[in-house]
């Protein structure tokens, strides 16, 4: 039965496997020569790279710590401007209005602060008030960063202060 139906189709399996080996070998080849190809492209490149990346990382690691932004107890301390000690401290309550802050921006809730004046606003910004702690709770802002930061937000809710240099 088997033997009746090979010559009658004329394909032995062997032949189906030769047909599909000659098939395959070509791609084969091709995507072996092309993995070839790529791989001694890489190579070249990252020869190059390694030499230049690890020239440079070298250069990093020895350059001289003077040089690194290290902080320095002794440094006269950079005092911050009104936005950034807004943007540090102040913005955590008075950008969502949280605990019935007077939010950044809104006249209406600035103006009845503003009308206290500036230093009456300092005042309670440095010491506290009611669910405003003192300072915004950042105990290390100096008096001249509170004033600053005051003039900033008050500024913002429609007044025109200006922080004492
Ligand atoms: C933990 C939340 C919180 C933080 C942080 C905070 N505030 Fe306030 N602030 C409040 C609240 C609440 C009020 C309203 C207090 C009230 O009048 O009852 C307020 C009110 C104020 C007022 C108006 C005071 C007045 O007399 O009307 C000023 C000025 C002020 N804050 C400045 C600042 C500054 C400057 C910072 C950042 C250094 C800051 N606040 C950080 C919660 C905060």
């Given at each position: 039965m088997s033997k009746?139906?090979?010559?009658?189709?004329?394909?032995?399996?062997?032949q189906v496997?030769?047909?599909s080996a000659g098939g395959l070998i070509p791609p084969l080849i091709t995507?072996?020569?092309?993995?070839?190809?790529v791989l001694s492209i890489q190579h070249s490149h990252v020869d190059k790279d390694t030499d230049e990346t690890l020239a440079k990382t070298v250069a990093e690691r020895i350059k001289p710590v003077g040089e690194e932004k290290v902080a320095?107890?002794?440094?006269?301390k950079v005092v911050k401007s009104g936005e950034e000690v807004?943007?540090?401290?102040?913005?955590a309550c008075h950008t969502s209005g949280?605990?019935?802050a007077p939010k950044f921006g809104n006249k209406g809730d600035w103006a009845p602060r503003i009308a206290q004046g500036y230093d009456t606003l300092v005042k309670h910004a440095i010491e506290g008030i009611r669910?405003?702690?003192?300072?915004?709770?950042?105990?290390?802002?100096?008096?001249?960063?509170m004033q600053r930061a005051v003039a900033y937000m008050a500024d913002a809710g429609g007044a025109k202060f200006t922080a004492p240099k």
């Open positions: 009746h139906h090979e010559e009658k189709s004329k394909t032995t399996p062997m496997v030769l047909a995507i072996f020569l092309v993995v070839q190809l320095d107890a002794n440094a006269p807004f943007n540090a401290v102040c913005t949280a605990l019935n669910a405003m702690p003192a300072r915004g709770g950042a105990a290390d802002l100096s008096d001249q960063e």
